[in-house]
């Protein structure tokens, strides 16, 4: 990829019909990088991303293991898992399920859910998060528009991600 350490706007993303890719190097070793990523997720996620909300979002986590579930809490204890961790490999690589349709609702069915990889990659004092949100095709009619929509969405996600990583460091 061939490029210098990013700071949480520099995000380079392509795409195919069915695919999006999004990276970015952040000034931290993956150890740390995968840390922050899967076990502070609630720290850097989007909360109006969710089915809950601002202000009434309790927990979102991700369970550390292949077979964990990606889930939320809100209120009154209501779980909603909208994903599955299929691989666990730190700090080089995640992949879950995601299972949330086009039209924010769940889908229960893993096979009609996309799919997002994340490798961690050590440059130097750096790393590379390489970001790949596959299988759009597996939403059905809507996909091409999802993916679109999930590539702002995936931007805001990893600038808020690496604003937190960052601030980690301080």
Do not use: K
Request: glycine share 10%; proline share 6%; charged share 25%.
């Amino acid at each position: 990829m061939g490029h210098g350490m990013a700071d949480a706007t520099d995000i380079r993303q392509d795409h195919d019909r069915f695919a999006l890719r999004s990276t970015l190097l952040v000034p931290s070793s993956a150890d740390r990088a995968y840390e922050v990523f899967t076990g502070n997720l609630a720290d850097w996620w989007v909360t109006e991303y969710t089915w809950s909300g601002p202000g009434v979002l309790a927990e979102l986590g991700m369970e550390p293991r292949a077979g964990g579930m990606l889930y939320e809490i809100g209120p009154y204890g209501f779980r909603n898992d909208w994903g599955r961790v299929l691989t666990w490999d730190p700090p080089r690589r995640l992949v879950f399920t995601w299972q949330i349709g086009a039209d924010r609702a769940p889908v229960p069915d893993p096979a009609r859910a996309s799919e997002v990889e994340v490798l961690f990659t050590p440059e130097g004092d750096a790393t590379l998060i390489e970001v790949t949100h596959r299988h759009f095709d597996r939403h059905g009619e809507a996909a091409e528009g999802y993916r679109e929509a999930l590539t702002a969405g995936w931007h805001e996600l990893l600038s808020r991600f690496a604003t937190t990583l960052a601030d980690r460091r301080a």
